[in-house]
């Protein structure tokens, strides 16, 4: 029976998902999460409690527990920890040094722009810093981010002093919030400042193999995505952008995994596409995150999961093919902050012609926060049919039918 070492934060929606496919290929799962070591296997999982901010002690507690054949990290996280410990056990996987450039958004942007990558102007300040000082030498409109977090949390755009200062404060607040500070990563401490990118957005779903890219989906985002904050709604596959943009995304792709070293397993992209050229936002070394991937479905109705770790055992996926006909998911948004309090209308929702399921992942009684602050999605939709424009408009008309009840949040007087 071939062993696989899962890496994959506790609460992660993919970790479950993962660990069923590699059950069903009859693998034998090792599970390293970053559960609270004082715990005892309250899963019931046998899962290997590490700290994903501390890669190197991770490492060392896992490698030793092989010898395994395979390594996969679902999120952003653990990336480097798995990468770390492929390395000590002679695993094929993408170079610490790679993945660790893939997730360090300064890093990424000077090896881009090394590169030849076209690349908006940018610069990092730290927390220290006088944000009235930054602002007065910052070019507007432009897009603070942090460096450390995913899924366009903490992306504000500022279109002048006074919107980056707001901006600003904002991004330090939540970067000093015990949550992000626990996790004490030395890129939590800065925030970056690039020129807005003006143009379609998109994203792109790849599996690299010895540094070759294998496309395995390209996704329209067709919700304007202009600020001044980022919330991803839709994604649509396959894209309507035509051959030439599609090239073009490809082509840039390519060339920023070629910039970071990233050489094998899955690699999720976002860009933006301006007319003339494509811009790289970010390239992550794992899969499309949430439940998203539940949208892909490949031969014979294979799940991302299950083609991920068939690669990762060496395995050769290269003739795979996404399935006929085009499907979409909608990232369900928060739109106000309180307490969630329940949904109606989903079995309405579940009857749109063409919807595949409603997923509701908010939980009653759970304090939710709407981006730029918030890090989850109140659930997700799923939509299959035979066109892009048929699958957007069905996802559109099974969330028109969602009701969300939301209490306020009252201010605490002491």
């Avoid at 062993?3 to 496919?21: C, H, M, N, P």
């Avoid at 609270?36 to 700290?51: F, K, T």
């Avoid at 492929?86 to 881009?112: C, F």
């Avoid at 980022?230 to 995304?249: C, D, K, Q």
Wanted: hydrophobic share 45%.
């Amino acid at each position: 029976m071939a062993r696989l070492l899962l890496f994959a934060a506790t609460t992660g929606y993919q970790t479950r998902i993962f660990a069923d496919a590699a059950k069903r290929l009859g693998l034998d799962v090792t599970l390293a999460t970053d559960r609270c070591h004082v715990l005892e296997d309250p899963w019931g999982d046998h899962a290997i409690p590490v700290r994903f901010e501390d890669p190197n002690a991770c490492r060392d507690a896992v490698a030793g527990l092989g010898p395994f054949d395979a390594i996969v990290a679902v999120s952003d996280r653990p990336t480097l920890a798995a990468a770390l410990t492929a390395e000590a056990l002679g695993i094929p996987y993408n170079s610490p040094a790679s993945v660790a450039a893939a997730r360090d958004k300064y890093l990424a942007r000077q090896l881009y722009q090394a590169a030849g990558l076209p690349v908006p102007r940018f610069y990092r300040f730290s927390l220290e810093d006088d944000p009235q000082a930054a602002a007065r030498g910052a070019f507007y409109p432009c897009v603070l981010k942090p460096l450390g977090l995913s899924a366009s949390r903490g992306v504000i755009r500022a279109n002048d002093a006074a919107e980056f200062v707001a901006a600003f404060q904002r991004i330090k607040a939540m970067l000093e919030s015990v949550e992000v500070a626990i996790l004490r990563e030395e890129q939590h401490r800065y925030v970056q400042v690039e020129s807005y990118i003006e143009g379609r957005e998109f994203a792109l779903e790849g599996l690299l193999t010895d540094g070759r890219l294998q496309v395995l989906a390209i996704f329209d985002k067709p919700d304007p995505l202009e600020g001044p904050y980022f919330e991803e709604t839709i994604y649509v596959t396959p894209s309507r952008a035509g051959r030439e943009v599609e090239n073009a995304l490809i082509a840039a792709v390519h060339r920023a995994v070629t910039a970071l070293g990233l050489t094998r397993g899955p690699v999720h992209a976002e860009l933006r596409y301006d007319g003339q050229a494509a811009w790289i936002l970010e390239v992550a070394a794992r899969p499309i995150g949430g439940l998203c991937a539940l949208s892909l479905r490949f031969d014979g109705g294979m799940p991302l999961e299950e083609l991920l770790l068939r690669h990762a055992l060496g395995e050769n996926v290269a003739n795979v093919k996404l399935a006929d006909g085009a499907s979409g998911v909608m990232m369900i948004p928060i739109p106000k902050g309180g307490i969630y309090q329940g949904v109606a209308g989903v079995d309405e929702a579940r009857a749109v012609a063409g919807i595949e399921d409603v997923i509701i992942t908010a939980k009653e009684g759970q304090e939710i926060l709407p981006l730029p602050e918030g890090a989850t999605y109140l659930g997700f939709i799923f939509a299959r049919g035979d066109g892009a424009g048929e699958v957007e408009r069905v996802l559109r008309e099974a969330h028109a039918r969602l009701r969300f009840e939301i209490a306020t949040t009252l201010p605490v007087r002491v």
